[in-house]
């Protein structure tokens, strides 16, 4: 931390002193371009330090204090075309902007993301391209991304995440814990959820007032952080706009909104509030329709701008979002009576940013903003249950024998009851954050000239739960569990500090060179924790070469950076859980009551001091060009992880004594006068009799040799996600006012596990003597078949945009083309030697090291230990051969049982699937001024046909097999008032 | 207008003389003649006297008898046929044997090779046990609550259906894959014969139950083995079963299956004598004999042969649709240890499919399970009757329950309530002839709710 702070006071030394430029003014008139009338409420902002305002009632405004440089004016206005000026700022300068009506009668008009010019690859999805796709939950942005893939039924019955870069499925790491959303500026964290680690839900984001969506899949600002698979930014509208009515419908969904923006006091100096208004509602089945998940979006978004005639004015916002709903199937008429799943998602969210346009040359910008998370998401299950015989409970929490005594351990009722378990969580969110920046432009002679925009900034954010965890209406009903309060575990605490330089070198002969560094530091401190305070340094950078004609430009950029994941709440503070041997029984009487006794082993993770963080190393090189009206842009990009967290167990040998139960027709004591009392440490049962004539009778018991374990989180092996991302946007067809897209990603994975992994084969199998299994094995990777797999796949899409601004309508067809698809497991060392064994028939044992095709592949355990002896790692295939050859036949055979085999014998073959097609349509149509409709139909043609695969050498159908999105289809009315 | 009209009216009439030049298809009720020929296995002669019973999927049946050539003459509609096949064969030595043989997926149409030609099929050869599955019941009840259906008061009866007294070593209870009938099957050949079939072994999924010591049982002597809870379950649901009586025997050995929901602590008055024990080599915390329609068996290892090193030796592995999984572990277990078996289909579904061999089970029998029904063998009515003294006590009238006389469960065709008639003294001859179809019912209820 020491080391960061030093990095920032001397960057800010630095860089304060090289300020010297003399801050300048632009002031304009902001018009409509077809009436001339002043347009009132309009935005004006300078992208580069973010300085901005509100144009007045005669349509005038004036920004202060803006560095000298190139200056990017951006206007904005609901309903209009926004418009970003970019010219040189060297002395006080006067503008007039007309804003053009934003419809279908407009040439320009996109329906694609777009790639931005800039020196990492991001892009932006604008609220045209939303409309046109009636995208209903925030995480199907990404089927607008080179490659996507449409959804088909974008229900949100289904908690889909966004992982960017990545394929999911079958991959090591967690790109979708990765993958960071923010709304505007408010990070949706999933930390303080306690029972999943993937990335945050975007079930309860509302998406009818979103404006725009920016998804950055390159090297991200330093100024995000806890993240390590890119950034999605979701920007709501603001400012002054009419009353809008938005209906969606689709089979499994419905959507209506209501939105407006107010400007409030008389001339709007009261500011502008944004009230939107959301429900959406999600049927699980057509057939029945009574299983739904509904969300109730309300969101007031508050902006004013203080001492705006001032020198150094001040914007302030507050922005406050709730929703209520959830997931609900208690109306469902074919569950039997009172039977539910019920699942809340309620969020409160506010934010409240303030920025002063400080316009110094020792300071240009400050922003402090703070943010708060509150959600619920309280999941009741009420089922009914029913027993001929009372069944044990168990709720010890302590080491050693326990008996039924109605505390400890409880013995269930008999009968007919229902069973209402809650799991009551309420993740909670703090942030705090204060970014500083700095602009400055220096001229270096002739047509050279260089701009610096600098920031430096501290994030705190706290992320805990103040649930209760799960727990159980009736106590006397709860089944076996132990409580766990979420909001007895601390908070994770992280304070970040973080400094930046972007800048862009002005060349001759219209050439720049832009480049940005920054370092951030995050540090994150759980109370309690064995780890301590941990930190973790992520230096990421990029630059970007350009050569800008008016029409023809050649851009090339590239990028390093380093995203740090630090260990989940998980890994850090991890949760004692429990092991349960049943050690004793007794009869169960003619009405069913019977008394169990168990012997408990509680178990946490262990420290591991020598745990490293795991990281991504990031890289990409990518080049863009414009030729006359074409564009491209390609984009290699290389993700290496390294030391991922990799969870392992550790077992430790142990004995218990088990006791049967009493049938001797001849026990002293009569069954009516039983109790049963367990010694907790020796395990010995002892029967009392209930009149006290019978002295005490201790049961015989047996010893039983067990294991317990307890998890270890360690670094593991490597993996690497690479690929190739590209947009070629063609020359407009004229005559067919048609814009052809054809957009793409060839993506690879290649990910061996190697770590030495212990494992056993399971408490229930016993080896040949009868005892329980008493070997441990320890395999590379995994003890599983494979302990890898490698993947490639080429999607591209081309997508047809038919735009006839007479009739006001746009038409767009995308082919979805899977070209290649491949994908095979691995079962190999760390230098890529194949360490398993290709046998002829799947009840072979012995096979060769060569190629797996075709053949059932044995894995043996690299070493294995006994219960006897359990640090001694003995060598598993000479010790197996001896057994074989010396006659051993017990060891030959309890040694086999641990050997792993492939499935099947094509399951390491090639999984080459040939090439496969979907066509989605998509039609918007304006209605005058006032009304816009839009149809879409994903897979329209309902492609059904068979794709063949080489692993298994058949072909099998499209239809529901999620390769292609399913025929589906949506329609939405917006209307605005 | 006028000319969509007329294009509309010309258009239809142009339709309709084409489709009449259209030559008519063969009607789906065409029949055709199929002759069958069963042959003996060993000599290859046909087998007179055998009851051959072509069957679709649907339930439809067409029965015939072999003549002296031992051809059974068919006239069937066009469609996909079962067959099934059993009788009683005497060798010269006077040993008799128990003939089968069952046949799937047989093409009837006009283009079938076996129209008219016919076709000729081995038959098998078993022997007749003593130890027979008297009756199963794993389909389950209705809860009292109307909730559903309650499972786990599984429970099988065996009996010693002979005269003599049996002691049977290392008795074991087992179970073949698939799971269910109708799931889907892998182990079937190209040619529709199940790939185990010449092996001389029927595969046991998952884990095996065994007796401890040997059993010994009298003449016309069963016992009831519990299955899951060896409890009285009819505590909380009257329509079940009381399974917690001392002489029961019971499924339980709670250091191999731990699913105290399954394998509750058996009641107090069953001796631990009476616990079977667990050898598993598959995977899971229970033993999961199907609630709809299981291949069930039982077998005795010989004298030399360890039950439990048996089941340990990973020689003996085999697996289920050949493919290796845990889930799919299975021992084989040779057809010449099994006694009995019985192959169950389930009434939901047409796609059942034989697990067992004819060696071991050459038919099946429908269960329409959740409803408290149980399978029961057919009484050998003449075997029966020919005990002396047996007539007389022999009580009719099963088929003339509730439910038999609503339609729902066909009762044991002779109409012998064999319960009822063996408390009046009489000795019960059950049906074997290996052949599910012919040897099982399906009961209106458990024996054990008589």
């Given amino acids: 931390m020491k080391r960061i702070l030093v990095l920032l006071l001397t960057f800010m030394a630095v860089h304060a002193a090289m300020l010297r430029a003399q801050p300048y003014c632009v002031s304009g008139r902001v018009m409509d371009a077809s009436t001339r009338t002043p347009m009132e409420y309009a935005t004006v902002v300078h992208q580069t330090t973010g300085q901005g305002t509100v144009v007045g009632p005669d349509g005038t405004f004036q920004l202060r204090n803006l560095p000298k440089g190139t200056a990017r004016i951006e206007v904005r206005l609901f309903g209009y075309v926004p418009q970003l000026l970019t010219f040189a700022l060297t002395r006080d300068t006067s503008i007039v902007v007309m804003l053009v009506e934003q419809d279908l009668r407009l040439d320009e008009v996109t329906v694609t993301s777009q790639k931005q010019n800039i020196e990492t690859t991001a892009y932006t ?25 449409s959804q088909g039924d974008q229900s949100l019955i289904d908690d889909r995440r966004i992982a960017l870069r990545s394929e999911g499925t079958g991959e090591m790491g967690n790109a979708a814990f990765g993958t960071a959303v923010e709304v505007d500026g408010q990070r949706l964290s999933n930390n303080g959820e306690m029972d999943e680690t993937t990335g945050a839900s975007t079930r309860t984001v509302t998406t009818s007032d979103i404006e725009e969506v920016e998804v950055i899949t390159g090297i991200p600002s330093v100024e995000y952080g806890d993240l390590s698979n890119g950034m999605v930014k979701v920007k709501t509208r603001r400012g002054k706009t009419p009353y809008m009515v938005d209906v969606t419908l689709k089979p499994h969904t419905k959507l209506a909104a209501l939105a407006k923006g107010f400007s409030l006091g008389r001339t709007g100096q009261g500011g502008i509030l944004n009230v939107s208004y959301e429900w959406t509602q999600s049927v699980s089945s057509l057939t029945s329709p009574y299983t739904t998940y509904r969300r109730n979006g309300l969101s007031l978004r508050y902006t004013r701008q203080f ?81 001929a015989t009372s069944q044990p409970a168990l709720h010890t929490i302590e080491q050693g024998y326990h008996i039924a005594d109605g505390s400890a351990i409880v013995m269930g009722p008999t009968g007919y009851w229902y069973e209402l378990a809650i799991t009551d969580s309420k993740p909670v969110d703090l942030g705090v954050h204060l970014k500083a920046k700095w602009d400055h432009e220096k001229s270096l002679g002739g047509d050279y000239r260089m701009e610096s925009h600098a920031k430096a900034g501290v994030d705190y954010t706290a992320s805990g739960n103040e649930g209760r965890g799960l727990y159980y209406d009736e106590a006397s009903f709860a089944p076996t569990w132990r409580e766990a309060r979420y909001d007895t575990l601390p908070y994770i605490h992280n304070l970040a500090v973080y400094a930046e330089e972007q800048a862009a070198l002005q060349l001759a002969h219209k050439q720049d060179i832009r480049f940005s560094f920054g ?57 004692i859980t429990y092991v349960d041997w049943q050690t004793f029984a007794s009869g169960t009487t003619a009405s069913g009551e019977a008394c169990y006794a168990y012997y408990t082993q509680p178990s946490s993770a262990l420290y591991n001091a020598s745990l490293k963080w795991q990281y991504s190393l990031q890289r990409e090189v990518g080049v863009e060009a414009k030729l006359g009206k074409t564009r491209l842009s390609l ?58 004539i019978v002295a005490d009778q201790e049961l015989p018991s047996t010893t039983i040799r067990r294991y317990t374990s307890n998890t270890r989180w360690v670094n593991g092996s490597s993996s690497t996600r690479q690929g190739v991302e590209w947009i070629v946007d063609f020359a407009r067809i004229p005559a ?51 302990n890898g797999s490698v993947q490639s796949q080429l999607n591209t899409n081309v997508t047809f945009t038919t735009h006839i601004p007479v009739v006001r309508l746009i038409v767009s067809v995308r082919f979805e083309c899977s070209f290649y698809n491949m994908k095979r497991a691995l079962r190999e060392d760390s230098e890529g030697n194949l360490t398993g064994y290709a046998m002829r028939d799947a009840t072979d ?70 090439p496969y097609f979907a066509t989605d349509i998509n039609v918007t149509k304006e209605i005058g001024k006032y009304v816009k409709l839009s149809f879409y139909a994903t897979n329209f043609w309902n492609n059904t046909s068979r794709v063949h695969s080489s692993q298994t050498d058949r072909r099998t159908t499209l239809y529901n097999s999620g390769r292609i999105p399913a025929f589906y289809y949506g329609l939405s009315l917006k209307v605005r008032l | 207008m006028k000319h969509l009209l007329y294009t509309y009216i010309i258009g239809s009439l142009l339709m309709l003389l084409a489709s009449s030049c259209i030559k008519d298809e063969p009607l789906s009720y065409e029949s055709f003649d199929v002759p069958v020929q069963m042959q003996n296995p060993v000599t290859g002669e046909g087998m007179s006297g055998i009851q051959v019973v072509m069957s679709t999927t649907l339930g439809n049946a067409w029965q015939a008898t072999t003549d002296d050539a031992g051809w059974a003459h068919f006239t069937l509609p066009a469609g996909i046929y079962d067959l099934s096949a059993s009788g009683l064969f005497t060798d010269t030595e006077g040993q008799e044997y128990v003939m089968n ?127 899951n809870g060896a409890v009285d379950h009819t505590v909380s649901y009257s329509q079940s079963v009381n399974l917690g009586k001392p002489e029961y025997y019971c499924t339980y050995d709670p250091l191999t299956f731990t699913n105290t929901t399954y394998y509750p602590v058996p009641s107090e008055q069953i001796p631990t004598s009476h616990y079977l024990t667990a050898d598993l080599y598959g995977q899971g915390n229970a033993w999961p004999l199907s609630q709809v329609c299981p291949a069930f068996y039982i077998f005795s290892v010989p004298d030399n042969i360890d039950i439990d090193a048996y089941a340990n030796d990973a020689d003996n592995i085999w697996y289920h649709n050949h493919v290796v999984s845990a889930s799919g572990a299975c021992i084989r277990i040779p057809t010449e240890w099994i006694l009995d078996g019985v192959e169950v289909y389930t009434t939901t579904s047409t796609k059942n499919a034989k697990r067992l061999t004819d060696e071991v089970d050459a038919g099946a029998v429908y269960l329409t399970n959740t409803f408290g029904y149980s399978l029961h063998r057919n009484v050998d009515v003449a075997a029966t009757k020919a005990i002396p003294g047996n007539e007389e006590r022999l009580v009719y009238g099963l088929n003339e329950t509730p439910d038999a006389s609503q339609g729902v469960v066909p009762a044991d065709p002779s109409g012998i309530h064999a319960e009822a008639s063996a408390r009046q003294g009489s000795f019960i001859i059950y049906q074997d002839t290996n052949n599910s179809s012919n040897d099982f019912f399906e009961r209106y209820q458990a024996t054990l709710r008589d």
């Fill in chain 1, 519 to 575: 370092l951030r530091e995050d540090v994150t401190h759980i109370a309690g924790s064995d780890y301590g305070t941990v930190s973790s340094l992520s230096p990421r950078g990029s630059v970007q070469y350009g050569i800008r004609g008016k029409k023809k430009e050649l851009s090339i950029h590239a990028g390093i950076g380093k995203s740090v994941k630090l260990p989940s709440m998980q890994v850090l503070f991890p949760t």
């Fill in chain 1, 307 to 387: 001492l705006k005639e001032k020198a150094m004015p001040l914007n302030f916002n507050l922005d406050v979002k709730g929703n209520l709903g959830g997931y609900n199937s208690k109306s469902d008429p074919d569950a039997f009576s009172d039977t539910y799943t019920k699942k809340q998602d309620y969020a409160l969210r506010s934010l409240m940013r303030v920025q002063w346009q400080v316009g110094r040359p020792w300071l240009s910008y400050l922003e402090l903003s703070a943010d708060v998370s509150l959600e619920d998401k309280e999941q009741r299950v009420n089922t009914n249950r029913s027993s």
């Fill in chain 1, 736 to 786: 067919l006012r048609t814009d052809i897209r054809w957009d793409g990603t060839f993506y690879h994975y290649r990910g061996v596990e190697t770590t030495l992994v212990a494992s056993h084969i399971g408490s229930s199998t016993n080896q040949s003597d009868g005892q329980p299994y008493s070997y441990i094995g320890y395999f590379e990777g995994a003890s599983a078949a494979s």
């Fill in chain 1, 635 to 692: 984009t290699y990009f290389n993700t290496r992880t390294f030391h991922p967290y990799v969870r392992t167990s550790e077992f430790q040998p142990f004995s218990y004594e088990l006791t049967s139960p009493i049938t001797a027709p001849d026990f002293p004591i009569p069954t009516a006068n039983r109790n049963y009392t367990v010694d907790s440490h020796s395990g010995k049962v002892t029967v009392h009799d209930a009149t006290g």
């Fill in chain 1, 845 to 914: 044992y012995f096979g060769t090291t060569s190629d797996y095709t075709d053949h059932y592949v044995a894995v043996y355990p690299k070493y294995y230990s006994t219960w006897d002896d359990p640090t001694t790692l003995r060598p598993f295939y000479d010790d197996l051969m001896s057994a074989r050859d010396g006659g051993n036949v017990n060891l030959y055979n309890d040694l086999l049982r641990m050997v792993r085999k492939s499935n099947t014998n094509y399951y390491f073959n090639e999984d080459r699937i040939s």
């Fill in chain 1, 125 to 149: 999805v604008d609220r045209t391209s939303l409309d046109h796709n009636q995208i209903v939950n925030m995480s199907d942005v990404s089927v607008l991304l080179p490659g996507g893939k």
């Fill in chain 2, 101 to 227: 043989c069952s046949s799937s997926n047989i093409k009837v149409n006009a283009a079938a090779p076996i129209v008219g030609r016919g076709m000729v099929l081995s038959m098998v050869a078993s022997r007749r046990g003593s130890l027979i599955i008297k009756e199963l019941y794993q389909g389950g009840c209705q809860k009292d609550d109307g909730s559903g259906a309650y499972y786990y008061d599984k429970y099988v009866i065996l009996y010693n259906n002979g005269q003599l007294p049996i002691t049977i070593h290392q008795l074991g209870l087992g179970m073949a894959p698939p799971y269910n009938a109708q799931a889907s099957n892998a182990n079937y050949n190209a040619d529709g014969q199940l790939n185990y079939a010449d092996e001389g072994f029927i595969p046991a999924i998952q884990a095996i139950w065994h007796f401890n010591d040997s059993l010994h049982l009298e003449g016309g002597e069963e016992i009831v083995i519990a299955l």
